[in-house]
């Protein structure tokens, strides 16, 4: 750049050329579950851990198995790509490739690069119960107090299988683990060679299997899995000696801060486009029959691995430890081939068989959402596209629970909650009076008259509802701050859940921050060796050797080791053991849950130093906030950094330990990206710690003077993927511009005039696959990508979004970014970057779901890549990250009073240890339809629909999907009102439990990502959009629907106590203008940003004690913190405000909004309750509800 660009000279030849990307071998596509297992024909063949790094002693690591992608068809999700047939692996297909499953062929020996990766909504038709799950968190502190109690499991003396501690020693040395796959008759080698060479093509065959019933749903509709094969090869980081030079890397000397280094500068957007679309049109294939006796057999061999049974296809091995778990559980089945009944944990062989199982009789399963049932003869004609919605497959549960009770010190007996009943059939005796109609809550029930009854907001936030459990079960619940599901009380039949008009699904945030955690270390992992369900309270003992799973009820044995209670110290009764206690429990896993050494913690900063960059000002605040949380960054004495910057050239910088300073290598040949020392460019933080403070000091005024104004960020993400690919980790990319040089440049698509257009909203599918499969690439190779987009102009995040979105990575926006025009988003981008640094991480995760027999999952959503039908792979995880799911109930409930869903994460932690968090939900099972709708879950309910319309935006188009919504109002409205009596034409009858639900909708229709009418920039709608599929329920219900108070009024009369403070609590308001009153003060959380409204009469004692101004005049236009000022106002003021950023792990903007502040246009429209020029005012959007129920 500048001056030392001119000076390089870069002969032909030198480097790896990555011509395009394409989805790595390795990843799979879903087949049913008969398909026969086939050759993987490119696989990886790289050792995923060439020696960057040592391994922890403690975590000794066998191999993984190799993994066989089959399909045939499928469209593309999430993009505008036209789909591409099925090819066999001789035919390259481009394309992105949509959510798999996969078939199983034999693990390698040796650990092999991860191959699957995802895509963020996925349609899957998952058998109940078919998740094996294993998770492991990042590095958590085990602490022996209440925050996170350590419960320490010494084995005891045990006979049998039971007593065995499985390990490394007790394996075949050089052998395979055979893993039994019930569905999977074969399992082929797949050779491993310890030297890594360059990935080639993959082939992914996609059959669906034809469904019983097929039916058009509003939000959501048939997919067959877009399938393709890329043949482009990927070259996995680093430079073969043996190959020609074909350019010259300069070394430039490093310069300090007072010397400007000019360098060219890119600027790039970061935008997540929407999820994949569902296709309307599912296809089918032949799929072949495999051997049945396989199902059946009990023993494995190192090597291979066990296939979920509920899946249509094993899950593919990766480095994630989900796999890993399958694969310990298998090969202790193996071990244990004898007892049928034995539940002990087996010994890790691949990372689905360590999670995996499933349910002895196989399981169709098709790639696509199962078709939701027909919509009833009674439908209008006139209704529009969405109308089919109530067929969605919708999912009885509410995910609300009663707060899960928890130790609060693991050496208190009485901090854990005893099971109400001894040891035999304890949850029998708790299943009576279950049936609503007599008992549940009239409340709930109680039907409301939306055009009447104005006033339906509550006085506080809305609760989640309560499961009608007995209070022992009511107890023992996972919190719905974790677990939640849309429909509390689950119908027995389809057919009802389809009556009803609501959809089923879950609603999951499991790596959130927990204040209490029981944290177990023992060396017997209690699992149902049929399905993989872990021990959890709902489970029943048959007596005090037997218990019985929750899931698939199979009757296991009870290890000898789980009959001993350290807690209590008391021998023969495991109803009493922390796992049988609690809802939420996290495992440390032993050596014999991992495949590999865990990987480092590993963070790559991939920046923009464009001029575009270098005039907003972020380089300064992301530098002085790297170097106030170097120390905090998650990690332990292996933990490595690297940086690149980039413009339209690629910067290096040599930070290894010895140098007197920073190293600066340009890489001015961006056609062909290489990396000039591969060895030096990431370095262990500790060693390097002064090098890394001198380049963070000197980064700011390096690219002062630089006219530099392209941006390479193609050419840039190429380099960090080669890079990282060794190891893993997580990639940070700040952008801001729109990508202009080599691979993956972009062009403006959106046109300003069409941003009020009521009609066609065009572009918010990616332009290019090309960061899509970029994100593939390093989903294989455990890396995230996270993406921080300041950008003052139009920078296409709907194909920026993919390179998270697709690789388990998160997306920040800060439109309009400038350190000093903008202050309130160089404040937000500070906070942020503070949480994000310093969060706590997992790395090369894999979650699994399972549910009871009788119900499956369809459909995910979220940023992840499905592995198989039950298995996501991420490549990290984090606390603020959240997941939706769809379900379906495939069988009759009618022989069953409950059913459970058990969500299982297997990650490593920042510290290098493998852990399992486990998360159980139980709920009851109705056979009313007015039960159905007492147990609705409003909120979870529109959370659902929020993701499914986000798909249905891009799949088809913006106004399908607000007719879908509307449909959606209508229609379960229209069914509850059809089994009231005595209703006139002119009353809309809701229940309590749906009275929000029209307004909540509305709320919905008027946000970024789906309004119309009103001017938006697409990438403030994409964003919205990407929000809308990763944000946990409590955060995205503060976008979809803020909440408003009065502060100028705050009292003691009306407060809770929180630790040592009195913290006030007024009451919610209406989101209408008719609540604001120019003689008050008014304070919105929208979640990330804080509006305080002031009215021009507002009091000017209010104005002083609060504001620190005299009057009203006198407040600025641009404040954002509110002074301490020692009177009873502010006191109240700022711990109400503390209160509520207390409850969330960013720290909003706080906005003092006036009349004359240009962004009270944000604040009003806020107002949702209130007509605006392009949509109505909420009693006029009830009366349009009440208008289509009766026509």
């Given at each position: 750049s500048g001056p030392m660009q001119s000076q390089m000279q870069f002969p032909s030849g030198y480097g790896s050329h990555l011509p395009n990307y394409s989805a790595p071998s390795g990843h799979y596509s879903q087949v049913p579950n008969k398909a026969a297992a086939s050759h993987l024909d490119n696989q990886y063949r790289a050792s995923y851990y060439p020696g960057y790094y040592s391994a922890p002693a403690q975590n000794v690591m066998t191999s993984v198995g190799g993994n066989v992608l089959s399909a045939q068809e499928s469209q593309q999700l999430y993009n505008n790509t036209p789909p591409h047939s099925g090819a066999t692996s001789d035919r390259p297909v481009q394309g992105a490739v949509s959510s798999a499953s996969y078939l199983h062929v034999s693990a390698q020996p040796s650990y092999s690069a991860f191959d699957n990766h995802y895509s963020t909504s996925v349609s899957s038709s998952v058998a109940s119960q078919g998740f094996p799950l294993?998770?492991?968190?990042?590095?958590?502190?085990?602490?022996?107090?209440?925050?996170?109690?350590?419960?320490?499991?010494?084995?005891?003396?045990?006979?049998?299988?039971?007593?065995?501690?499985?390990?490394?020693?007790?394996?075949?040395?050089?052998?395979?683990?055979?893993?039994?796959?019930?569905?999977?008759?074969?399992?082929?080698?797949?050779?491993?060679?310890?030297?890594?060479?360059?990935?080639?093509?993959?082939?992914?065959?996609?059959?669906?299997?034809?469904?019983?019933?097929?039916?058009?749903?509003?939000?959501?509709?048939?997919?067959?899995?877009?399938?393709?094969?890329?043949?482009?090869?990927?070259?996995?980081?680093?430079?073969?000696?043996?190959?020609?030079?074909?350019?010259?890397?300069?070394?430039?000397?490093?310069?300090?801060?007072?010397?400007?280094?000019?360098?060219?500068?890119?600027?790039?957007?970061?935008?997540?486009?929407?999820?994949?679309?569902?296709?309307?049109?599912?296809?089918?294939?032949?799929?072949?029959?495999?051997?049945?006796?396989?199902?059946?057999?009990?023993?494995?061999?190192?090597?291979?691995?066990?296939?979920?049974?509920?899946?249509?296809?094993?899950?593919?091995?990766?480095?994630?430890?989900?796999?890993?778990?399958?694969?310990?559980?298998?090969?202790?089945?193996?071990?244990?081939?004898?007892?049928?009944?034995?539940?002990?944990?087996?010994?890790p062989n691949n990372y689905d068989a360590l999670e995996g199982g499933g349910y002895p009789e196989t399981r169709s399963v098709t790639s696509s959402p199962v078709p939701s049932p027909?919509?009833?003869?009674?439908?209008?004609?006139?209704?529009?596209?969405?109308?089919?919605?109530?067929?969605?497959?919708?999912?009885?549960?509410?995910?609300?629970?009663?707060?899960?009770?928890?130790?609060?010190?693991?050496?208190?007996?009485?901090?854990?909650?005893?099971?109400?009943?001894?040891?035999?059939?304890?949850?029998?005796?708790?299943?009576?009076?279950?049936?609503?109609?007599?008992?549940?809550?009239?409340?709930?029930?109680?039907?409301?008259?939306?055009?009447?009854?104005?006033n339906i907001l509550p006085v506080s936030s809305v609760p989640a509802p309560v499961p009608n459990l007995n209070s022992d079960l009511r107890k023992l619940n996972c919190s719905p701050d974790s677990f939640r599901c849309t429909l509390t009380n689950i119908p027995q039949t389809q057919a009802l859940l389809n009556k009803a008009k609501l959809p089923l699904g879950l609603l999951l945030h499991p790596f959130r921050d927990l204040t209490q955690l029981p944290v177990i270390t023992s060396s017997t992992i209690v699992r149902c060796r049929s399905c993989r369900t872990y021990i959890n309270p709902f489970v029943s003992f048959i007596d005090q050797r037997r218990w019985k799973c929750n899931l698939c009820y199979r009757v296991n044995d009870v290890p000898e080791e789980f009959m001993y209670n350290p807690l209590t110290r008391s021998y023969g009764e495991p109803h009493k053991r922390p796992e049988v206690q609690n809802s939420t429990v996290e495992f440390i896993a032993s050596s014999d849950y991992m495949l590999r050494p865990p990987q480092p913690a590993v963070y790559l900063f991939v920046l923009d130093v464009s001029h575009n960059a270098v005039e907003a000002g972020y380089l300064t605040i992301l530098c002085q906030s790297l170097l106030e949380n170097l120390d905090k960054l998650p990690g332990d004495s292996r933990t490595r950094i690297g940086f690149i910057t980039f413009d339209s050239t690629?910067?290096?910088?040599?930070?290894?330990?010895?140098?007197?300073?920073?190293?600066?290598?340009?890489?001015?040949?961006?056609?062909?990206?290489?990396?000039?020392?591969?060895?030096?460019?990431?370095?262990?933080?500790?060693?390097?710690?002064?090098?890394?403070?001198?380049?963070?000091?000197?980064?700011?005024?390096?690219?002062t003077n630089t006219r530099e104004t392209h941006?390479?960020?193609?050419?840039?993400?190429?380099?960090?993927?080669?890079?990282?690919?060794?190891?893993?980790?997580?990639?940070?990319?700040?952008?801001?511009?729109?990508?202009?040089?080599?691979?993956?440049?972009?062009?403006?698509?959106?046109?300003?005039?069409?941003?009020?257009?009521?009609?066609?909203?065009?572009?918010?599918?990616?332009?290019?696959?090309?960061?899509?499969?970029?994100?593939?690439?390093?989903?294989?190779?455990?890396?995230?990508?996270?993406?921080?987009?300041?950008?003052?102009?139009?920078?296409?995040?709907?194909?920026?979004?993919?390179?998270?979105?697709?690789?388990?990575?998160?997306?920040?926006?800060?439109?309009?970014?400038?350190?000093?025009?903008?202050?309130?988003?160089?404040?937000?981008?500070?906070?942020?970057?503070?949480?994000?640094?310093?969060?706590?991480?997992g790395f090369e995760a894999v979650m699994r779901i399972r549910c009871t027999k009788g119900l499956s999952i369809h459909t995910f959503h979220g940023n992840f890549f499905v592995r198989s039908t039950d298995l996501l792979s991420l490549a990290n995880v984090n606390p603020d990250a959240g997941f939706a799911v769809q379900m379906s109930i495939e069988e009759s409930l009618t022989d069953t009073s409950l059913v459970c869903f058990q969500t299982a994460l297997l990650y490593t932690s920042s510290k290098g240890e493998r852990r399992i968090r486990v998360h159980t939900l139980c709920l009851p099972v109705v056979s009313s339809l007015s039960d159905v709708y007492a147990g609705a879950d409003v909120q979870a309910v529109v959370c659902l629909l929020a993701n499914m319309a986000v798909d249905r935006s891009v799949s088809s188009s913006l106004a399908d999907a607000r007719d879908a919504l509307v449909n959606a109002v209508v229609d379960s409205l229209a069914a509850y009102m059809s089994t009231a009596s005595n209703l006139q034409q002119s009353m809309l009858i809701a229940p309590n439990s749906l009275k929000l639900f029209p307004l909540y909708i509305l709320a919905l229709l008027k946000q970024k990502a789906f309004r119309t009418g009103t001017s938006t920039r697409l990438d403030d709608r994409v964003y919205a959009m990407c929000q809308m599929k990763s944000q946990p329920l409590v955060h995205l219900m503060k976008m979809i629907h803020p909440n408003l108070y009065r502060i100028d009024k705050l009292t003691d009369e009306s407060t809770i106590h929180v630790n040592d403070r009195v913290v006030p609590q007024p009451p919610l308001q209406k989101l209408s203008a008719e609540k604001l009153t120019r003689e008050g003060a008014f304070l919105m959380d929208c979640g990330s940003i804080f509006y305080?409204?002031?009215?021009?009469?507002?009091?000017?004692?209010?104005?002083?004690?609060?504001?620190?101004?005299?009057?009203?005049?006198?407040?600025?236009?641009?404040?954002?913190?509110?002074?301490?000022?020692?009177?009873?106002?502010?006191?109240?003021?700022?711990?109400?405000?503390?209160?509520?950023?207390?409850?969330?792990?960013?720290s909003p903007v706080l906005q003092v909004i006036k009349d004359e502040n240009p962004a009270k246009t944000d604040f009003f429209q806020h107002l949702i309750e209130d007509r605006t020029e392009a949509a109505f005012s909420y009693y006029e959007f009830l009366l349009n509800i009440q208008q289509q129920i009766c026509k």
């Open positions: 294993n998770s492991d968190h990042y590095a958590m502190p085990v602490v022996s107090g209440a925050m996170y109690p350590n419960v320490s499991y010494p084995p005891v003396a045990a006979g049998g299988v039971y007593g065995q501690t499985f390990t490394s020693q007790s394996l075949p040395a050089g052998g395979q683990f055979k893993e039994t796959n019930a569905f999977s008759s074969q399992s082929t080698s797949v050779p491993h060679s310890l030297q890594q060479h360059v990935p080639v093509g993959y082939n992914t065959t996609l059959s669906t299997a034809s469904s019983a019933q097929s039916v058009q749903d509003n939000l959501s509709r048939n997919l067959t899995g877009s399938v393709a094969k890329v043949n482009n090869q990927i070259n996995t980081g680093g430079i073969d000696s043996s190959q020609p030079v074909h350019s010259v890397s300069q070394n430039v000397p490093f310069t300090k801060p007072g010397v400007g280094t000019s360098a060219s500068s890119a600027v790039m957007s970061s935008v997540r486009s929407p999820a994949p679309s569902l296709s309307s049109k599912p296809q089918s294939s032949p799929s072949a029959t495999q051997s049945p006796e396989l199902a059946l057999q009990e023993g494995m061999q190192y090597g291979g691995y066990v296939n979920n049974q509920a899946s249509s296809a094993p899950a593919p091995l990766s480095s994630s430890s989900d796999d890993e778990e399958e694969d310990e559980e298998d090969e202790e089945a193996a071990l244990d081939s004898s007892s049928t009944t034995s539940s002990a944990s087996p010994v027909s919509v009833l003869q009674t439908s209008k004609a006139s209704k529009p596209f969405g109308y089919g919605y109530p067929a969605l497959q919708p999912g009885y549960q509410n995910a609300t629970a009663p707060t899960p009770v928890q130790p609060s010190n693991p050496g208190h007996h009485p901090g854990f909650q005893h099971y109400p009943q001894a040891c035999v059939n304890q949850l029998s005796s708790s299943l009576g009076g279950l049936s609503l109609q007599h008992s549940q809550q009239p409340e709930s029930l109680r039907p409301v008259n939306l055009t009447h009854d104005r690629v910067q290096f910088y040599n930070l290894q330990e010895g140098l007197s300073q920073p190293q600066m290598l340009i890489v001015s040949d961006i056609d062909d990206i290489f990396l000039p020392t591969p060895d030096s460019l990431l370095v262990n933080l500790h060693e390097s710690k002064e090098l890394i403070k001198d380049l963070l000091n000197a980064l700011p005024n390096m690219f941006s390479a960020l193609g050419p840039a993400l190429q380099a960090a993927f080669k890079l990282m690919s060794p190891t893993g980790g997580r990639i940070s990319v700040f952008q801001t511009q729109l990508p202009s040089l080599g691979a993956g440049l972009l062009h403006s698509r959106e046109d300003p005039n069409q941003r009020s257009s009521t009609k066609v909203v065009q572009h918010l599918g990616p332009a290019t696959d090309f960061y899509k499969k970029l994100a593939l690439d390093c989903s294989g190779q455990q890396t995230a990508v996270d993406l921080f987009l300041l950008s003052s102009q139009y920078s296409d995040l709907a194909s920026l979004a993919c390179m998270s979105k697709y690789s388990a990575g998160c997306i920040y926006y800060y439109p309009s970014f400038h350190h000093s025009h903008n202050p309130t988003q160089a404040e937000k981008l500070q906070k942020d970057l503070k949480r994000y640094l310093t969060r706590k991480i305080l409204w002031i009215g021009k009469n507002c009091d000017n004692n209010f104005i002083k004690d609060v504001l620190g101004y005299p009057n009203y005049a006198s407040v600025p236009q641009r404040m954002t913190q509110l002074p301490e000022v020692d009177a009873p106002s502010s006191e109240r003021t700022r711990s109400f405000i503390s209160w509520l950023k207390d409850s969330r792990p960013l």
